[in-house]
Each structure stands twice: as C-alpha cells, then as structure tokens.
C-alpha cells in the first residue's frame, strides 16, 4: 500500500514539476503612439487664383506654375496640390483626377467618395480616402467647374502600412478636409 501511495505522489510531483513549464513567445511588433497637436489654422494668401487656410505646424510652399507642397515634417508626409485652369477641358481633368485615386484600388482594402459642394463659394468636388496599404491614404479635387480645378493627395515617406501611419493619415485627412471647405475662388 506503501508502494502505490509513493508511486502517486511521485506521479503527481512529476506532473508538477513538468506540466508547469512557460512556453516562451515573441512579443508582437508594437507601434508608438503618435499624439499631434490640436490644429490651428490661418489664411495662406495666394498669387494664384485661389486661397485656404493651412495648419501652422504644416510648411506650404508654392511654385510658379501655382502648385504648392504642404509639408508635415514631423510625420514625414506631405500634400501636393496641382491647380490647373479649366479651358473647354473639365471633362478630361476630372477623369485625370478619377484615374489617379483608382489606380490605388490594387493595394486598397476600400476607397470612400465623399461629394463636396459649396454652391455659395462655387466650390464643387469631391474627397477620397483610401483605406489599406496604399500610397496615398486621401485625395481630393476641386473646381468651380468653368475657370478652376485643384487636386490635392498625400504621400507619406515610409512604406505604406496603414496601421503603424493610421494616426498621422487621420490627422492630415482631417487637414485636407478642411483645405477643401475653406478653398476660396479669386
């Protein structure tokens, strides 16, 4: 009786002592989290013939031909705005402006339409965000339709992976949009 009680203790110490063990895995990559401040805007004045407002933690710069680059240097992205004058050719610009958002549907998990119109400012146009690993994550466009067509997109200077830039795409998303609404015709 001894024996059989010392075989199921022994048994069960050796169950202990070897069913006890930590498989060790590998932690997760993990990504920072990026807080930005609150935006703050203000007027940018333009020799071209249109205006907006900007983020003043943004660094606009423009070019003779009235495209401009609006750069966020802390989040390694920047906004290219390419202003052409609309001449009997607004078809074909808006279909440029199409094309290029749906070139990015390859690598896209979805892309949204969001119509802009501003009857009042006559300021037409629509806005794109594109979710996934895709180059650009926002594009817009704008015109009045007769004389004016804008487009904007953003770029980040990192490879597209929409998790670890989601926080820096949604705040320059959110400076887009409001690029778009306070877009001025002169």
């Known amino acids: 009786m001894k024996i059989k ?12 002592v070897t069913g006890c063990k ?15 401040p609150v935006a703050q805007y203000a007027d940018f004045k333009t020799p071209c013939p249109f205006t ?7 660094i606009v710069e423009g070019k003779s031909d009235c495209s401009y680059t609006i750069t966020y240097p802390k989040m390694k992205a920047t906004i290219y705005l390419t202003y052409k004058p609309v001449s009997n050719n607004i078809k074909k610009l808006l279909r440029d402006a199409q094309k290029l958002t749906f070139e990015h549907v390859i690598k896209a998990d979805d892309i949204i339409e969001q119509p802009y119109l501003n009857p009042d400012k006559k300021v037409y146009g629509m806005f794109y965000q594109v979710d996934g690993n895709a180059a650009t994550n926002s594009q ?31 705040y320059i998303k959110n400076d887009m949009q409001h690029l778009l609404e306070t877009l001025k015709w002169k």
């Open 5 to 16: 009680v010392s075989i199921v203790i022994l048994g069960l110490l050796l169950l202990a």
């Open 22 to 36: 930590n498989d060790v895995l590998p932690k997760p990559a993990g990504y920072l989290r990026l807080d930005y």
């Open 52 to 58: 907006f407002e900007s983020n003043d933690a943004a």
């Open 140 to 170: 817009f466009y704008a015109t009045d339709s007769t004389r004016h067509f804008i487009t904007g997109s953003v770029y980040f200077y990192a490879k597209p992976n929409f998790d670890s830039i989601m926080p820096a795409a949604s």
